[in-house]
């Protein structure tokens, strides 16, 4: 709804000069500063300065003035901090809680940007890669969410891919200009659309495995079982290979994807290889007894 208002707001007072008069870029037929627009810009005025800009600061001063006890519960055990604007901070670190503001403040530039550089798709690209680059380096510095739950570091993940995928599109679509342009640039532009969309997949198939590893148990064990197996079976040395050797740059992570699988599992490498070995025995016995 904040995105909503606020965007229809910015669009009642962004005109366009044509000739000796101004006319309403969103809609060509209104003209701009007579009385009738006079009346609704002053309306866009108020939700701009109202919902745009105070209620944000309005909550952004009421969590700072109790601060040092919004995480903290009385001997009563009942809530001290301003429990209707818990929404506002719970998830992110102490001394980050002011951190949805900022993030409604990335959605404001992109807001203002999308109405007021209509008229100009390259520099609204531009713009908005400055602000995604920034907010990508803010992120990885104050890393916002909590760091020592599990909820807390897949949040910080999972925003950082997002970022990182938003970065790389955009980039890349300054490449390829503006339709009045027409670059061509032939197989390098053919290259690069397949690598954004193979950048933007994975990245929605990250999402959805952290999707699956935080709502379903029985698709976490599941992801676990394969995931060890995948690296580990005998049967699938080729694969094994590849992830474990030639994948070199991401050993810390398989390594660490191992040991998350046999922590949770309980089973260590020779307890897992000793099944493998009892399970092929049988086999053998059984084909022996047909025979």
């Known amino acids: ?41 002053f309306v866009a005025y108020a939700a701009i300065i109202v919902y745009g800009f105070g209620i944000p600061f309005l909550g952004l001063f009421m969590i700072y003035e109790y601060r040092n006890r919004l995480f ?20 992110y670190r102490e001394d980050r809680y002011f951190w949805e503001f900022v993030i409604m403040g990335r959605k404001l530039c992109v807001i203002v940007m999308s109405v007021f550089l209509q008229a100009s798709s390259r520099y609204q690209m531009i713009m908005a890669s400055w602000l995604i680059q920034v907010s990508l ?27 990182l995928a938003l970065a790389f599109t955009l980039n890349s679509g300054l490449v390829f200009g503006t339709k009045e342009m027409d670059f061509n640039l032939g197989l390098f532009e053919l290259a690069l659309v397949y690598v954004v969309v193979i950048v933007n997949i994975l990245t929605m198939m990250y999402f959805g495995l952290q999707l699956i590893l935080t709502s379903s148990e029985r698709g976490t064990r599941m992801i676990k079982q394969y995931g060890y197996k995948a690296l580990y079976d005998k049967k699938k040395r080729k694969l094994r290979f590849f992830v474990r050797y030639c994948c070199c740059c991401c050993m810390k992570k398989i390594n660490n994807f191992l040991k998350w699988c046999k922590d949770e ?11 493998v070995r009892q399970r092929r025995h049988t086999q053998l016995l059984t084909k022996r007894s047909v025979i």
């Open 1 to 41: 709804m904040y995105p909503s208002i606020v965007k229809n707001s910015l669009s009642i007072i962004n005109c366009i000069q044509i000739g000796d008069k101004s006319y309403l870029y969103k809609d060509l037929s209104v003209q701009c500063y007579d009385d009738a627009h006079n009346i609704y810009k």
């Open 72 to 91: 903290v519960e009385n001997d009563n055990d009942r809530y001290e901090g301003p429990g209707p604007l818990s929404f506002i901070f719970i998830g």
């Open 137 to 163: 380096v803010a992120h990885i510095y104050f890393r916002p969410y909590d760091t020592i739950t599990n909820y807390g570091q897949v949040c910080n993940s999972l925003e950082t891919s997002s970022l």
């Open 265 to 275: 599992l309980e089973i260590s490498d020779s307890t897992y290889f000793k099944r």
